[in-house]
């Protein structure tokens, strides 16, 4: 597809022990699937030691126990490495701004660059592409599009499953709505997440 020829970018995901960086909760494991030329690429993930005891109802969620992290990184360390990995690229996510905060908070730990990337977020486009009368989850969206299954509520799992929607959507946008570059993706995948707030 146009869109996303001759272009990378990281579909990305986390996992962790709650919903908000500012209640305490931390990272637990953390993907990104390479897009590159509007096809799946290399794919990497990490489990992350918290610095916390896993709560059971996020264990019940992803499955990742505080014994799965007790020899894994901790954010600090991981976060220097795997900000290089991002570098400057356009990244991927579903629902950014439950992701986000999360990784702002570990690059900031890591005393890492801050993340100032272009951000795609396939909800958006999910979001402005439906009537509002079925579901825009990540496996709804996954569902309603035809796409593989991958092992959900794991950051590698449904990084790739991202990915997929991310290609799928794209190329929507550019057929439908006659979006023509990663940058306007980009930014109509936001406006769409300001107009709709947290429906």
């Known amino acids: 597809m146009a869109i996303l020829a001759a272009h990378t970018l990281l579909a990305v995901d986390t996992e ?72 400057d690229l356009p ?26 990337n272009p951000i795609i977020d396939t909800l958006g486009l999910a979001r402005g592409l439906s009537d509002g009368s079925a579901g825009n989850s990540l496996q709804a969206v996954r569902q309603r599009l035809g796409l593989p299954a991958e092992t959900a509520h794991r950051a590698l799992g449904d990084a790739m499953t991202t990915a997929r929607v991310c290609l799928a959507l794209a190329e929507r946008w550019e ?17 769409v997440m300001r107009v709709t707030g947290r429906r």
């Open 175 to 191: 057929r439908e709505r006659g979006v023509r570059s990663v940058h306007e993706l980009a930014a109509v995948s936001l406006d």
């Open 91 to 116: 990244l991927v996510f579903h629902n950014a701004p439950f992701d986000l905060p999360f990784l702002i908070a570990m690059f900031r730990e890591a005393d890492a660059p801050p993340l100032l």
């Open 16 to 87: 962790t022990t709650g919903m908000s960086p500012e209640s305490g909760h931390r990272l637990v494991e953390v993907a990104h699937v390479t897009l590159l030329n509007g096809a799946i690429g290399e794919t990497w993930s990490s489990l992350v030691r918290p610095g916390r005891a896993i709560p059971p109802d996020a264990t019940r969620v992803h499955g990742i126990s505080d014994v799965m992290v007790a020899d894994a990184p901790a954010a600090a360390e991981l976060g220097r490495t795997w900000r290089a990995q991002l570098g």
